[in-house]
């Protein structure tokens, strides 16, 4: 099967004849191919682009809305092969596969019910005779880059987003895991969606990247990545005056009073570290635990990592699956070997397991020196860090200590302490006692090196928009 690329409405393997390879991360087998788009697919994706949004800007807002709840519920319906193919292609156990896809109608919703409130405002004139409006309008056809850890969740906010504003978007998804995003994106043009309004290429990312940033007819362009591609793709953008969204690695605190449930807490931890493989930039990496309570939750925590079911993403009851890449396999190794070297100790896991598929143990780190890459670089996998700590503001000065400030978790019955971490921590998001992070409702973004802008929230769709000042005097 080779998966293929939407350009002006029609499916199509393009004009060149460079595939990709599908690989199934719990086996390593070759899965299928996806067709990778040539510069002449690239020029006619533009092309469709720009003429879908001069139909798409002028749809009404109350018919973008209907069209995108018709994509939602043809999201909701196909959710169960979007999970299937997510797991086949990305490794994740089923059950995660089923929330992220099951959950892609819920962000379309939401993105259908804002198309319907951007409301400008009235400003208040300096004479009578004058009329002082603004107008927000859609910024203009879009190029969007989404990564393959979340490869629904992070494409459906892109271009639903997009188009609740009125702008139209080409999407260029991962290669790793195209299928999924084909699904989605089917949806969409089965709800009425215009053709040249959704364009979904594949190919060499920084072919793409450049070709389309570069492009005049691009307005906006919103990347989720790595920290050195979105400084990169940053760059390019400023130099062609393109408005950015960038959502960037993190490498989240979790911070562990002395007063909380340790089971509790440390069940939570191991639940959110371990999910996706540790493949998520929200995902807490430095677990730093209050003296008090140290030993006790290191000994829960590594004992939930050593029980987790680890295999095919989509055999029953496993808990963690593959990485998605076996670069993946070699970035853990490094972090272990570096870290250990270093002086932490290796608590459990820290090896791959097996040579079939892209299988890493769930690793627990403790008492890691801060020279140790991993309290520095993202790792992007099933490793955590456990470390100590004693006064409060020690922990902040730890978690602030970073470039990162995407997510930072904290947790304490002491409303004095919350109160304290939530002011002191320097984060885009922050999840206080619970996992409370992603709902479609809410803003997703971080700060620093972590990039700015939001996704969700009603910040979601103002990334989407220009403002327009008018001023009129009356005739
Ligand atoms: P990578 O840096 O090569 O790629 C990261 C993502 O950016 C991929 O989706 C890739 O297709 C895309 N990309 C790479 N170069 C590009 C370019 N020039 N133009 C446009 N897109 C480009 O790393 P990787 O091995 O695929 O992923 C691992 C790293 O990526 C991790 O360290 C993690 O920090 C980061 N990552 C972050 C997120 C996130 O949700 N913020 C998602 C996926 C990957």
Not at 233 to 252: D, N
Not at 332 to 338: A, I, L, S
Request: glycine share 10%; with cysteine.
């Amino acid at each position: 099967m080779t998966a293929s690329l939407f350009i002006n409405g029609k499916w199509t393997e393009g004009t060149g004849t460079r595939r990709g390879k599908l690989l199934n991360p719990s086996t390593g087998a070759e899965i299928g191919e996806v067709a990778f788009a040539e510069k002449a697919d690239l020029n006619a994706a533009l092309t469709a682009a720009e003429a879908g949004f001069r139909v798409w800007s002028q749809t009404s807002a109350y018919e973008r809305s209907r069209i995108l709840r018709k994509a939602a519920d043809l999201a909701r319906q196909h959710a169960g092969a979007i999970a299937e193919a997510i797991t086949r292609e990305q490794g994740k156990p089923l059950a995660e596969a089923r929330m992220e896809a099951g959950s892609a109608g819920d962000h379309i919703d939401w993105y259908a019910e804002e198309a319907r409130r951007t409301y400008g405002r009235v400003i208040p004139a300096r004479t009578p005779s004058t009329q002082q409006m603004v107008l927000f309008e859609p910024v203009g056809p879009v190029a969007a880059f989404s990564p393959w850890n979340f490869p629904i969740g992070q494409l459906v906010r892109k271009i639903a987003g997009a188009l609740a504003a009125g702008c139209s978007v080409i999407a260029k998804a991962p290669e790793e895991t195209p299928t999924c995003a084909i699904k989605l994106v089917e949806c969409f043009e089965r709800a009425g969606v215009p053709a040249g309004v959704v364009n979904l290429v594949f190919g060499v990312p920084s072919e793409i990247s450049e070709h389309l940033i570069t492009s005049p007819i691009i307005r906006k362009v919103s990347f989720t990545g790595s920290v050195p591609v979105g400084r990169h793709l940053g760059a390019l953008s400023a130099q062609h005056l393109k408005r950015t969204t960038m959502e960037l690695g993190g490498h989240a605190p979790f911070i562990v009073c002395d007063d909380v449930d340790i089971a509790a807490i440390a069940g939570l931890g191991v639940a959110l570290k371990f999910r996706n493989a540790g493949q998520v930039c929200a995902s807490p990496t430095r677990f730093l635990v209050q003296d008090g309570i140290y030993d006790a939750f290191l000994d829960a925590f590594v004992s939930g990592a050593k029980n987790l079911k680890v295999g095919d993403g989509s055999a029953e009851g496993v808990q963690m699956g593959p990485v998605a890449h076996a670069r993946r396999l070699d970035a853990m190794e490094g972090f272990v070997r570096d870290a250990v070297e270093k002086g932490a100790e290796l608590k459990t896991g820290g090896s791959r397991i097996g040579n079939e598929g892209f299988f890493f143990e769930p690793t627990v780190l403790a008492d890691v020196p801060l020279s140790a890459r991993v309290m520095n670089e993202e790792p992007f996998g099933p490793i955590a860090v456990v470390n100590r700590f004693n006064d409060l503001e020690d922990a902040i000065a730890e978690a602030n200590r970073l470039p990162y400030g995407l997510a930072a978790f904290a947790f304490s019955k002491r409303t004095d302490r919350t109160d304290r971490l939530m002011r002191g921590i320097e984060t885009g998001m922050m999840s206080i006692n619970h996992f409370g992070l992603a709902a479609p409702e809410t803003p997703f973004g971080g700060i620093k090196d972590s990039g700015h802008g939001s996704e969700g929230g009603s910040e979601g769709i103002q990334a989407y928009l220009t403002t327009k000042f008018v001023s009129q005097l009356n005739a």
